[in-house]
């Protein structure tokens, strides 16, 4: 294994790596624009050189590999000119865009500006060079081309992560610019990436941009439930309102985030955001409504269902569980045969669902019907009303239609409602409340609450509890986990 000096600190790094990556792993930052950790190599920006003993040249720190014995200093007088010699040649024809620029305040530019160089433009304004401005790219983006410092990023995601290489160079020297290759268009479901990967403004997100500025936005941890991937995310928002989501990097599952995820946070505050009850088509007040809901049990209840659903955290399933539990009834089951889309082999999975590897966990312990069983009895007319989640109980369409039973849903929006529901009862976005999710791959993920639901909507297990109560039941829980303990016992 190579052993490196940089900065006077020496580290053993394993064979291939750059002197960039080694830089790092000793805890010295050498700044970069067209290096990604995960993008090849392009060595074009030249933001980071260093100075390396015996080198005639300074060297670029990402496309130099690590040798037995290299001494490399990072902060000699040549590599800080060096350093503001570029900023000065990428800010040349760069224009005066920062406060009306979305990236401001998470710009390349202005960060290594502020670093490395302070010098004041030597060039006249009306001498640089101007290209396209605010050209809508795809169904998601804008491209700034006056803003691009063709660090190829872009061009390289296009091309070596999702394969559809839409992009290209055009052009030569400071005439040169970015553009969609002919024939093509943006839409390879992956493109709000390129708004990520982009170190300045050029690319910009058609959602995103002018709502906020950036240094107003809180970031939560959280997880994409757009399907069973269960991609790491930070939701970005101020004020009760949620912005965007941004990727969270890990090495299990994810780097990037597809587009259909990155827009479900959009269902907080949809226009059909159900606040209220539902009862036949009318919307009233929720208390009304549960207790609407608790009579329904009542009449039905030697003839009650519950059913699970892998669209539900391992705490809402499990709450799910504890009501088949109280209601005594051996009526209790999941469905896991979500309609399956395609697994694109970058991220997306075929199961749309979140949860099913730990909805399956919850069956496992609670025990109860097979589906098929469970909807045998639902079209036989032996059941007389099903408890679920709104998108499980869609897959008991036909069953509902025959057997007639009736149909008490919990939904987060009125669109997942599906038809024949008597009653529809709100509850908390996994934005807005914490819970358990297994991804595919079997890692356990937890939602965090981002911003707070609407007045008196409370997360699907103390909706279930109110429930319960009106119903004369006690599911006994304070809390998620609560649930997840109940149904150990
Ligand atoms: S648009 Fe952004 S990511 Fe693409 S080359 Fe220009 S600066 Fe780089
Ligand atoms: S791949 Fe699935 S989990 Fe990941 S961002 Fe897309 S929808 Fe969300
Ligand atoms: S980061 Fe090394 S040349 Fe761009």
Not at 215 to 225: E, I, R, S, Y
Not at 342 to 358: E, M, W
Request: net charge positive.
């Amino acid at each position: 294994m190579p052993k490196i000096t940089i900065d006077g600190k020496t580290a053993e790094v394993a064979k291939g790596t750059t002197v960039l990556e080694a830089a790092q792993q000793l805890g010295v930052y050498v700044p970069r624009y067209c290096y990604h950790p995960k993008l090849p190599i392009s060595g074009n920006c030249r933001m980071c050189l260093v100075e390396v003993e015996k080198s005639p040249k300074l060297l670029t720190a990402c496309s130099t590999e690590a040798a037995d014995g290299m001494v490399v200093r990072t902060d000699t007088d040549k590599v800080k000119t060096a350093r503001r010699d570029v900023l000065e040649y990428l800010l040349i024809n760069h224009p005066l865009d920062c406060p009306i620029c979305d990236q401001a305040g998470e710009c390349g530019l202005q960060d290594y500006y502020m670093e490395y160089s302070r010098a004041k433009s030597r060039f006249p304004n009306e001498d640089k060079v101007r290209r396209q401005k605010r050209r809508a790219l795809g169904p998601h983006l804008v491209l700034d081309n006056e803003r691009c410092i063709l660090c190829t990023r872009c061009v390289r995601f296009c091309s070596e992560v999702t394969k559809t290489s839409e992009l290209e160079v055009m052009g030569r020297g400071d005439r040169s610019y970015i553009d969609l290759k002919e024939g093509k268009a943006l839409d390879n479901g992956y493109t709000l990436n390129l708004a990520d990967i982009c170190p300045v403004g050029a690319w910009t997100s058609r959602d995103f941009r002018f709502k906020q500025r950036v240094w107003f936005l809180k970031k939560t941890p959280t997880v994409c439930l757009g399907c069973a991937t269960g991609c790491l995310v930070e939701a970005h928002h101020n004020k009760n309102t949620i912005y965007r989501l941004s990727p969270r990097p890990n090495a299990e599952t994810n780097t990037w985030l597809c587009d259909r995820g990155r827009m479900t946070y959009k269902s907080v505050s949809a226009g059909d955001r159900l606040v209220k009850g539902i009862v036949k088509n009318g919307l009233i007040e929720l208390e009304p409504a549960l207790r609407e809901a608790a009579a329904r049990l009542d009449e039905a209840r030697d003839a009650a269902a519950v059913l699970g659903s892998p669209w539900l955290s391992v705490e809402d399933n499990s709450a799910l569980a504890l009501l088949a539990r109280a209601l005594k009834t051996e009526n209790y089951s999941f469905d896991f045969s979500a309609e399956q889309g395609i697994k694109d082999g970058i991220l997306i999975n075929k199961d749309p669902a979140p949860n099913t590897a730990g909805a399956r966990q919850v069956k496992a312990a609670a025990g109860g019907l097979s589906f098929s069983d469970f909807a045998k009895r639902a079209a036989s007319g032996r059941i007389k009303l099903i408890v679920a989640e709104a998108r499980a109980a869609a897959a008991l369409k036909d069953e509902l239609k025959a057997g007639g039973a009736a149909l008490v849903v919990f939904a987060v929006n009125r669109g997942e409602v599906p038809e024949g529901a008597q009653t529809t009862l709100p509850y908390a976005s996994y934005f807005e409340t914490q819970g358990t999710f297994v991804n595919y791959q079997g890692f356990s993920r937890r939602t965090r609450p981002s911003v707070e639901p609407p007045e008196g909507v409370r997360p699907l297990w103390a909706m279930l509890t109110s429930l319960a109560s009106y119903s004369g039941l006690s599911l006994g829980l304070n809390s998620g986990d609560d649930a997840i303990r109940g149904i150990k016992k």
